[in-house]
């Protein structure tokens, strides 16, 4: 029988596993590390069967290259957070062995917790990227999703996914439209979109209070102050305390959507039309332009569709985690989404794996924080400086160039003697 | 009428013209940064770094001249990391900004919990900038005026000048006309043998000490403590007045001033309680009038030509 016939079964055998072991890896059964390599093990047999052994081990090589550059990046923000540790007075080795430990075993649905909201902001900054457009305001836009999920989940009384699904489907729209005025600022006059954005996200981040005084949380009549009314529980995501009885209590699903949503948008930026077009005008306007695609239009598009993105963190916080609004309790997901999507050079993919390694920096730093003297301060420097090495990746070329000048020379002197 | 009595008097322009000051000291250092072609969003980062060691230095010395010198310095040195990163790694302008934008977020909370064991606000400074008012002998008796330029405390006139200094600086110097060119036309400057790489780290380092200046004014001077987070989006304001301001030093002061008003207004209508509207409605209206004067004004100047544009020349053995 001929092997390649076998190929869409172990492509399907493939994302069964993965999907499996996402699952079960996310709700803290770590065995599902174990589906997870299954499905690339599977995956990389079906690229063979497709395509032969050389086109894999290409497949391989460029994936190593990919990950070089950020893998070297944390390696050198570790040893440089440990020389900072030192200079502090605190104990390294043991303030690291805390960090991991917490970050990805004892809290690692921390982890996944922080990691949520990030994916979908990240996502948020990383297709405004791709159109060449930097949507600083994401957390405006989260504050948005998050008060409007919070509005439709107090009023919204339908069949429960029914309604959760038009709170994520509605609120990420409303988000979408804080992006309207920046957007056609950016297209009728050129108005920076850093700065309209920047100053319509400290805008939504002062109307909240507004919001949550008007739903409950006004100090002088609620006994709940500076915070909402809680919503009805039939508005709440699903947890995975629902079909993995050992996971977290507080875990929920909204990390599955996420990771689901960052899938959709590579889709959509490589395999559509419209990505093409948003790619086309990030990459270069005025070819762009030669080839008929309309810039206007795909700018528009591209902050909406970044909008609508942010927002959803702001409804996956209130309906998966807190199921109402606080005041200024902002973890800041809109900034750090940002960084999220500069580590993973604004890839879909990556976005899924830095958003989980900034919110596992952050679950692990409260954890040493709690068993160790170390203030967990000194993640927000270690987050700093990984972002750095990796994204001036220049700085490798001008290294790079030094070493090989410096090797010529040698040679050259070498060959002069001689 | 009585309501707008309260609200419109020579308190609210003396306020203005306080408010405005970090801004007019964060924009001068905008015009001068984009005017030598680098892109600088990191002035926020760079103000709360300003504002964090300008606080340390008045603590700990009990002295604030040299809490500002602090401020001053500590701005300069974060702003070399943009100018390194943007003109010598030829990194993205407006990413590099952002990552020291969360960079300083981090470096600042970091030094908080390492001087003052916790994170938030600092202690108060008894010793602080604010209790020096200046009053200039004669002019600041001119009614209204006097009150809103001639007796105010020391940042507020180092403002002025610097103000005055650079739109000097920029127009009648062989340095400031380098930097413009720099941003003009890089390659027209590095044919007259001029690096293009100097002026743009000069440019850079500039922007990062008044800046930085900006920032230690809201720390010792304008407040007598560091919040974190107390630069509240000034930096991108005056990025805002440096474009409104037609990427020249006294429009970028102008622009500032309507930016300040905007803040004065909103503390004025917030403490006096003139309409019962909720008051986070009014502590919006700096922003929103930001939005209002980039989309507005923006058509009406010119950025410079190569503002963004990366200058890499090839050298011989490379």
Redesign the interface.
């Given at each position: 029988m001929d092997i390649k016939k076998l190929k869409p079964v172990f492509f399907i055998a493939s994302i069964l596993m993965a999907v499996i072991g996402t699952t079960l890896y996310m709700g803290s059964y770590f065995s599902g590390l174990l589906f997870i390599l299954a499905a690339v093990v599977l995956f990389l047999a079906y690229k063979w069967l497709e395509s032969g052994t050389a086109a894999l081990l290409g497949l391989i090589k460029a994936g190593a290259q990919a990950l070089m550059v950020p893998v070297f990046g944390i390696a050198i923000a570790i040893v440089l957070g440990a020389l900072?540790m030192l200079a502090?007075n605190y104990d390294p080795v043991e303030s690291y062995r805390a960090l991991f430990y917490g970050a990805f075993v004892q809290n690692w649905h921390v982890s996944v917790l922080n990691a949520a909201p990030l994916m979908f902001t990240g996502l948020s900054v990383a297709l405004a990227f791709h159109a060449g457009l930097?949507n600083?305001g994401a957390e405006g836009q989260y504050y948005i999703g998050a008060m409007a999920a919070t509005f439709l989940g107090l009023n919204l009384n339908l069949p429960p996914f029914l309604s959760l699904i038009l709170i994520f489907v509605i609120a990420g729209m409303l988000a979408s439209a804080w992006n309207i005025?920046p957007a056609i600022?950016k297209v009728r006059?050129?108005?920076?979109e850093?700065?309209?954005t920047?100053?319509?996200a400290?805008?939504a981040r002062?109307?909240s209070?507004?919001f949550i005084?008007a739903h409950g949380g006004d100090p002088s009549t609620s006994d709940h102050a500076y915070v909402t009314d809680q919503l009805p529980e039939a508005n709440w995501l699903p947890r995975f305390r629902s079909f993995l009885p050992e996971a977290n209590y507080r875990l929920h699903v909204g990390i599955l959507i996420g990771i689901a949503m960052a899938l959709l948008v590579y889709y959509l930026l490589y395999h559509t039309r419209i990505g093409f077009e948003i790619r086309a005008v990030g990459q270069n306007k005025d070819a762009a332009r030669a080839q008929g695609i309309s810039i206007g239009k795909n700018i528009m598009m591209a902050l909406l569709l970044a909008g609508f993105l942010a927002g959803l963190a702001g409804v996956n916080q209130v309906v998966g985690l807190d199921h109402k609004l606080y005041e200024n309790l902002s973890a800041?997901y809109g900034?750090?989404g940002?960084?999220v999507a500069?580590l993973a050079s604004s890839h879909p993919i990556g976005v899924i794996f830095t958003a989980l390694l900034w919110g596992a920096l952050d679950a692990g730093g409260q954890y040493m924080a709690r068993v160790t003297d170390t203030?967990n301060?000194?993640v927000?420097?270690i987050?700093?400086i990984i972002?750095?090495l990796v994204?001036?990746?220049?700085?490798y070329a001008?290294l790079g160039?030094r070493i090989r000048?410096y090797r010529r020379r040698k040679q050259e002197a070498a060959e002069g003697a001689a | 009428m009585e309501a707008f009595f309260t609200i419109a008097n020579t308190d609210l322009l003396v306020a203005m013209v306080r408010l405005s000051t970090p801004i007019t000291l964060a924009a001068i250092g905008a015009v001068i940064c984009e005017r030598s072609g680098i892109v600088n969003i990191a002035m926020e980062g760079i103000m709360i770094v300003g504002a964090f060691f300008a606080a340390v230095g008045a603590l700990y010395t009990g002295n604030p001249w040299i809490g500002l010198l602090m401020g001053i310095v500590a701005g300069g040195i974060f702003s070399l990391i943009h100018a390194v990163a943007t003109v010598s790694f030829h990194l993205n302008h407006v990413v590099s900004g952002a990552v020291l934008n969360i960079l300083a977020m981090g470096v600042t909370r970091y030094f908080m919990v390492l001087f003052f064991g916790h994170p938030g606000t600092t202690d108060p400074i008894p010793n602080n900038l604010g209790q020096l008012r200046w009053a200039i002998p004669g002019l600041s008796k001119i009614p209204v005026i006097g009150r809103m330029f001639f007796d105010q405390t020391p940042i507020v006139y180092f403002s002025f000048i610097l103000v005055i200094f650079f739109a000097w600086f920029m127009k009648k110097t062989k340095v400031g006309l380098h930097i413009r060119a720099a941003g003009e036309h890089p390659l027209a400057l590095e044919t007259i043998g001029v690096s293009v790489k100097k002026m743009r780290y000069l440019g850079v380092f500039i922007s990062g000490l008044t800046s930085g200046m900006g920032g230690a004014y809201l720390a010792i001077e304008n407040s007598a403590s560091f919040t974190e987070g107390m630069t509240n989006g000034r930096g991108f304001i005056a990025l805002a007045a440096n474009i409104s301001g037609g990427w020249n030093p006294i429009g970028a002061f102008i622009a500032s001033l309507f930016f300040g008003f905007a803040d004065a207004l909103q503390v004025r209508f917030q403490v006096g309680k003139v309409f019962d509207i909720p008051e986070e409605i009014f502590i919006i209206f700096p922003y929103v009038a930001t939005i209002i004067a980039v989309a507005g004004l923006v058509r009406r100047s010119r950025p410079p030509k190569e503002v963004g544009v990366d200058f890499m020349i090839e050298q011989e053995g490379d």
């Amino acid at each position: 029988m001929d092997i390649k016939k076998l190929k869409p079964v172990f492509f399907i055998a493939s994302i069964l596993m993965a999907v499996i072991g996402t699952t079960l890896y996310m709700g803290s059964y770590f065995s599902g590390l174990l589906f997870i390599l299954a499905a690339v093990v599977l995956f990389l047999a079906y690229k063979w069967l497709e395509s032969g052994t050389a086109a894999l081990l290409g497949l391989i090589k460029a994936g190593a290259q990919a990950l070089m550059v950020p893998v070297f990046g944390i390696a050198i923000a570790i040893v440089l957070g440990a020389l900072v540790m030192l200079a502090s007075n605190y104990d390294p080795v043991e303030s690291y062995r805390a960090l991991f430990y917490g970050a990805f075993v004892q809290n690692w649905h921390v982890s996944v917790l922080n990691a949520a909201p990030l994916m979908f902001t990240g996502l948020s900054v990383a297709l405004a990227f791709h159109a060449g457009l930097f949507n600083i305001g994401a957390e405006g836009q989260y504050y948005i999703g998050a008060m409007a999920a919070t509005f439709l989940g107090l009023n919204l009384n339908l069949p429960p996914f029914l309604s959760l699904i038009l709170i994520f489907v509605i609120a990420g729209m409303l988000a979408s439209a804080w992006n309207i005025v920046p957007a056609i600022l950016k297209v009728r006059t050129g108005a920076h979109e850093v700065i309209t954005t920047m100053m319509l996200a400290h805008t939504a981040r002062y109307l909240s209070p507004i919001f949550i005084r008007a739903h409950g949380g006004d100090p002088s009549t609620s006994d709940h102050a500076y915070v909402t009314d809680q919503l009805p529980e039939a508005n709440w995501l699903p947890r995975f305390r629902s079909f993995l009885p050992e996971a977290n209590y507080r875990l929920h699903v909204g990390i599955l959507i996420g990771i689901a949503m960052a899938l959709l948008v590579y889709y959509l930026l490589y395999h559509t039309r419209i990505g093409f077009e948003i790619r086309a005008v990030g990459q270069n306007k005025d070819a762009a332009r030669a080839q008929g695609i309309s810039i206007g239009k795909n700018i528009m598009m591209a902050l909406l569709l970044a909008g609508f993105l942010a927002g959803l963190a702001g409804v996956n916080q209130v309906v998966g985690l807190d199921h109402k609004l606080y005041e200024n309790l902002s973890a800041g997901y809109g900034w750090n989404g940002i960084s999220v999507a500069l580590l993973a050079s604004s890839h879909p993919i990556g976005v899924i794996f830095t958003a989980l390694l900034w919110g596992a920096l952050d679950a692990g730093g409260q954890y040493m924080a709690r068993v160790t003297d170390t203030s967990n301060s000194i993640v927000e420097i270690i987050k700093g400086i990984i972002l750095f090495l990796v994204v001036a990746k220049y700085i490798y070329a001008y290294l790079g160039n030094r070493i090989r000048r410096y090797r010529r020379r040698k040679q050259e002197a070498a060959e002069g003697a001689a | 009428m009585e309501a707008f009595f309260t609200i419109a008097n020579t308190d609210l322009l003396v306020a203005m013209v306080r408010l405005s000051t970090p801004i007019t000291l964060a924009a001068i250092g905008a015009v001068i940064c984009e005017r030598s072609g680098i892109v600088n969003i990191a002035m926020e980062g760079i103000m709360i770094v300003g504002a964090f060691f300008a606080a340390v230095g008045a603590l700990y010395t009990g002295n604030p001249w040299i809490g500002l010198l602090m401020g001053i310095v500590a701005g300069g040195i974060f702003s070399l990391i943009h100018a390194v990163a943007t003109v010598s790694f030829h990194l993205n302008h407006v990413v590099s900004g952002a990552v020291l934008n969360i960079l300083a977020m981090g470096v600042t909370r970091y030094f908080m919990v390492l001087f003052f064991g916790h994170p938030g606000t600092t202690d108060p400074i008894p010793n602080n900038l604010g209790q020096l008012r200046w009053a200039i002998p004669g002019l600041s008796k001119i009614p209204v005026i006097g009150r809103m330029f001639f007796d105010q405390t020391p940042i507020v006139y180092f403002s002025f000048i610097l103000v005055i200094f650079f739109a000097w600086f920029m127009k009648k110097t062989k340095v400031g006309l380098h930097i413009r060119a720099a941003g003009e036309h890089p390659l027209a400057l590095e044919t007259i043998g001029v690096s293009v790489k100097k002026m743009r780290y000069l440019g850079v380092f500039i922007s990062g000490l008044t800046s930085g200046m900006g920032g230690a004014y809201l720390a010792i001077e304008n407040s007598a403590s560091f919040t974190e987070g107390m630069t509240n989006g000034r930096g991108f304001i005056a990025l805002a007045a440096n474009i409104s301001g037609g990427w020249n030093p006294i429009g970028a002061f102008i622009a500032s001033l309507f930016f300040g008003f905007a803040d004065a207004l909103q503390v004025r209508f917030q403490v006096g309680k003139v309409f019962d509207i909720p008051e986070e409605i009014f502590i919006i209206f700096p922003y929103v009038a930001t939005i209002i004067a980039v989309a507005g004004l923006v058509r009406r100047s010119r950025p410079p030509k190569e503002v963004g544009v990366d200058f890499m020349i090839e050298q011989e053995g490379d």
